[in-house]
């Protein structure tokens, strides 16, 4: 009995092994990108560090799974982490934390595999996403999310699953978008049996149509800025690349410059600015073959 139970237990973690996937979060500029993650059991999280000097703290994390805290910088460029127990996990960057937080989601309850995901617009406002079930099992629905900062994601719809007994199903789902002049969207398929167990698909990005605004700068926080501020930054980015910034006073004299790493869909920025005067300045920002120039406020 012992040499069945064993042999099975053997089973168990080779086949967590062999279907594990390895998931690259990298930490820069302020960021952890992406911000949300969604893995199953069994997959490995790896922290790559790309610049600056930050942490990767676990806050919160399900019953019966290990808490962390590694340092991410120069001299410690790479951590991993065995996700081994269903739910949501929180961390931070302890030297950032009131804005360089994140989170991973971990399914893998079910027997159900995610194949093609495929998001298109035919017109605005309306975007098609389709996918296809492996070796669905079980399955009672499927909730598709949507989230228009990459952070936090609301339920949008959902779709009864396919009670035929085929290889693989397709699924379709038509987001009536209501969220005007956004660049970037990002979705996800939860797969959900009656109990309420869940898998989870990767997290897609997807860019809306041309008729949406193509501005770089999301938004700046706080707007007026304390004299020596820390301002916060939300920027798109067509591409991978670099945002460059100026921060330049009313005589049109640069004051400070800074750079940030640029993943494409939305990023998140954070520039300490020293002391300044108040009164009216300009943010130029540059990323790609785009310009463009932003008033900010300092107050005392």
């Not at 237990?9 to 594990?20: E, T, V, Y």
């Not at 949300?36 to 806050?59: E, K, M, P, Q, Y």
């Not at 159900?112 to 406002?125: D, T, V």
């Amino acid at each position: 009995m012992r040499k069945i139970l064993f042999s099975g237990l053997l089973f168990f973690i080779w086949g967590m092994s062999a279907n594990a996937t390895i998931h690259t979060v990298e930490v820069s500029n302020f960021q952890f990108s992406p911000a949300v993650l969604n893995a199953n059991v069994g997959d490995t999280v790896r922290w790559t560090w790309i610049a600056g000097f930050h942490t990767t703290t676990s806050t919160s994390v399900p019953s019966g799974a290990a808490s962390w805290n590694n340092p991410m910088t120069s001299g410690n460029t790479s951590f991993d982490y065995q996700l081994t127990v269903a739910g949501s996990y929180e961390y931070l960057c302890q030297p950032h934390a009131s804005f360089m937080v994140a989170s991973i989601n971990v399914g893998g309850a079910l027997p159900l595999k995610f194949g093609a995901i495929a998001i298109s617009e035919n017109k605005p406002g309306f975007v098609e996403i389709e996918w296809e079930a492996l070796s669905e099992e079980n399955v009672y629905k499927y909730n598709v999310l949507r989230s228009s900062d990459g952070i936090r994601f609301t339920e949008i719809g959902s779709v009864a699953a396919n009670r035929e007994v085929i290889p693989v199903k397709k699924y379709e789902y038509t987001d009536l978008r209501t969220v005007a002049n956004q660049a970037f969207f990002y979705y996800y398929i939860e797969g959900v049996d009656r109990d309420g167990r869940k898998t989870l698909s990767p997290v897609k990005l997807h860019k809306a149509g041309t008729t949406v605004s193509n501005q770089i700068i999301r938004s700046l926080s706080p707007n007026p800025l304390p004299a020596n501020g820390h301002l916060k930054l939300s920027f798109n980015a067509e591409e991978n690349g670099t945002l460059y910034l100026n921060l330049v006073d009313n005589n049109g004299r640069i004051v400070e410059r800074t750079q940030m790493q640029a993943k494409t869909g939305i990023n998140n920025g954070h520039w300490h600015l020293h002391s300044m005067s108040p009164g009216k300045y300009y943010i130029q920002s540059s990323l790609g073959n785009k310009r463009e120039t932003t008033e900010i406020m300092v107050i005392q």
